[in-house]
Structure formats: C-alpha cells, structure tokens
C-alpha cells in the first residue's frame, strides 16, 4: 500500500529535485532545465492559490517515491494531471497506483469533474500506467510539435 501527503512550501526543494530530473524533462514540453529561483516562485504561488495540487507518494518502506500533481481548472473542476517516479524506484509499477489514488481521491470529491493527461506517444511506461489507472484513450494530437496522446478520466 502507497501512501501520500499533500505537499507544502517545505516540499519545495524535493518537488524541484523530480521535476528537473533529466528523462522528465525530456519527457515535458518545456525541456529546459529548471533554475531553482524560478522554480520557488512558481511553486509558492501554485500552493499559495490552490492552482494545483501535490501528492507526495511514499511506498511500504516509508520511502519518498514521487508525486502526482494536478492543476485545476476552477471554471468547471477540470484537471490536468502528470507524474514523475524518483529514478530509483521506476521499473516497480508504482506509476499505476499513484495515478489511480490521485485521480480517485480527486475524482470523488468533485463529481462530474475530468482529468486529463497529455503524454508523448513514445513514452510507453507512461501511457500504460495512465490506462491501468483507469484513464480512457481520447485522442491524438502534435502539441508543441511533439506527436501526444491525450487521455481522460471522469
Ligand atoms: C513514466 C513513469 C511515471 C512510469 O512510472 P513507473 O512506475 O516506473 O512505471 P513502470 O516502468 O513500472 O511500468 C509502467 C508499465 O510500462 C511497462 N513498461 C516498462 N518499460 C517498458 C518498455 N520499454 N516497453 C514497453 N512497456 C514497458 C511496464 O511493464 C508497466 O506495464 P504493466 O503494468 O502492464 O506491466 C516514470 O518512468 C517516470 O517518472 N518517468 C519520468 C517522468 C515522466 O515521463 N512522466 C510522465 C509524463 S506524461
């Protein structure tokens, strides 16, 4: 059983430390390296408006595993999602089961609301734990010249 916390201004620096890990930057659309100034600014503002939300994952072992995060769309309770795993603990299936815990508990306590999740054709691992976390195949589409798969749960 994974558990998670809603992350806080004291997660900023492990948020920063997965986020700019280099296969999830080329796995983003903006592939820039991150600058951690830049970073601080957008992730106190994120959690200082309720924009989005962080879940912080952590397996069986007490162990910090990654985060899903979903930014809302306050109009009609829409999200996005996306995921990064630590790069020790890919390969274990974890993506899965984050995905399916965020997506739910959000899911539950906004009835009628989707998620929806942009990810690179090619990112295999990616695109399988999204449909085993119950997200539904939509549509293809080259965003920022990058062939994208986008997926929806409701
Ligand atoms: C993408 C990511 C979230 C996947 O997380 P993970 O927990 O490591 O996922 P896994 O590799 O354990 O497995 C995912 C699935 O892909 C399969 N898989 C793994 N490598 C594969 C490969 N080379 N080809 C085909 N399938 C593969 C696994 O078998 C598993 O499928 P299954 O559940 O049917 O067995 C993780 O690699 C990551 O954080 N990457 C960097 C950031 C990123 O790309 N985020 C997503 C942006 S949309």
Redesign the pocket.
């Known amino acids: 059983m994974l558990a998670f916390e809603i992350a806080d201004i004291n997660n900023a620096h492990l948020i920063y430390q997965w986020a700019n ?1 280099p ?2 930057r ?3 659309y903006n592939k820039e390296p991150i600058k951690y100034s830049d970073h601080l600014v957008w992730f106190k503002e994120k959690i200082k408006s309720g924009s989005s939300k962080f879940y912080i994952f952590s397996n069986e072992e007490g162990q910090k595993i ?1 985060f899903v995060r979903l930014d809302f769309n306050n109009v009609h309770k829409n999200a996005i999602i ?6 020790n ?8 089961h ?1 995905l399916e815990t965020a997506s739910d508990e959000y899911l539950k306590s906004n009835i009628g609301a989707a998620i929806t ?4 054709k090619n ?8 449909i ?1 976390a119950g997200f539904v195949f939509n549509s293809e589409k080259i965003i920022n010249k990058v062939m994208s798969c986008i997926l929806i749960k409701k």
């Open positions: 890990d296969i999830a080329e796995n983003s990654g996306s995921i990064v795993v630590d790069i603990h890919r390969g274990k299936g974890y993506a899965k984050m999740a942009y990810i690179f990112n295999v691992q990616s695109y399988k734990s999204f085993h």
